[in-house]
């Protein structure tokens, strides 16, 4: 129960330290799952981020939902679902209001404006961690300028992206593999 109880406080505290949802959780996720409580690894955590992007839902919703289930079962999936989600129903409901009275103030605009430009570097910021754990040798380079180029030049779903980056890695290690064998 004392387990579950600092799952569902963790992934509150994630939810409610984040304003952009979604990717904006990110960094904060990696630090309080990998750093602060070790219950995943950089190349874990990555694993789950891609995941939970090719999942329907919210990629920082998903994310908690595999790390619970995999440290407490659905339980656990259940507990830090709600722990993330718990804190924005609560300032959405508090803010839906306030919102539409004073979204048309030039200071209000300044603040999301200033918000959106921060959401952009816990982004940055993420990406560069993530980097780290994901991009090891050439093949991999080579698999991330491939998605890249394509992510940039065409309109897909994320899924295809996943895929295809998948079955690119498992390509490139087969033919790399296969040259080693005749060396």
């Given at each position: 129960?004392?387990?579950?109880?600092?799952?569902?406080?963790?992934?509150?505290?994630?939810?409610?330290?984040?304003?952009?949802?979604?990717?904006a959780?990110l960094?904060?996720?990696?630090?309080?799952?990998?750093?602060?409580?070790?219950?995943?690894?950089?190349?874990?955590?990555?694993?789950?981020?891609?995941?939970?992007?090719?999942?329907?839902?919210?990629?920082?919703?998903?994310?908690?939902?595999?790390?619970?289930?995999?440290?407490?079962?659905?339980?656990?999936?259940?507990?830090?679902?709600?722990?993330?989600?718990?804190?924005?129903?609560?300032?959405?409901?508090l803010?839906?209001?306030?919102?539409?009275?004073?979204?048309?103030?030039?200071?209000?605009?300044?603040?999301?404006?200033?918000?959106?430009?921060?959401?952009?570097?816990?982004?940055?910021?993420?990406?560069?961690k993530?980097?780290?754990?994901?991009?090891?040798?050439?093949?991999?380079?080579a698999?991330?300028?491939?998605?890249?180029?394509?992510?940039?030049?065409?309109?897909?779903?994320?899924?295809?992206?996943?895929?295809?980056a998948?079955?690119?890695?498992?390509?490139?290690?087969?033919?790399?593999?296969?040259?080693?064998g005749?060396?």
């Amino acid at each position: 129960m004392n387990q579950l109880l600092e799952m569902y406080l963790t992934f509150a505290k994630v939810g409610v330290m984040t304003f952009g949802g979604g990717y904006a959780m990110l960094p904060i996720l990696q630090r309080e799952v990998v750093e602060n409580k070790h219950w995943a690894t950089e190349e874990e955590i990555a694993d789950y981020f891609a995941i939970g992007q090719c999942t329907p839902g919210v990629i920082a919703v998903n994310t908690a939902t595999f790390i619970g289930k995999k440290y407490a079962g659905n339980l656990g999936g259940v507990v830090t679902t709600l722990g993330v989600v718990t804190p924005s129903i609560i300032i959405i409901t508090l803010l839906a209001g306030l919102i539409t009275n004073f979204a048309d103030l030039p200071v209000v605009k300044s603040a999301f404006a200033g918000i959106r430009v921060c959401v952009c570097v816990l982004i940055l910021n993420s990406v560069l961690k993530l980097w780290k754990s994901a991009v090891k040798d050439r093949l991999t380079l080579a698999i991330f300028v491939a998605v890249l180029a394509c992510s940039v030049l065409f309109d897909w779903s994320p899924v295809v992206f996943v895929l295809a980056a998948g079955l690119l890695g498992v390509g490139l290690v087969l033919v790399s593999a296969r040259k080693e064998g005749k060396q």
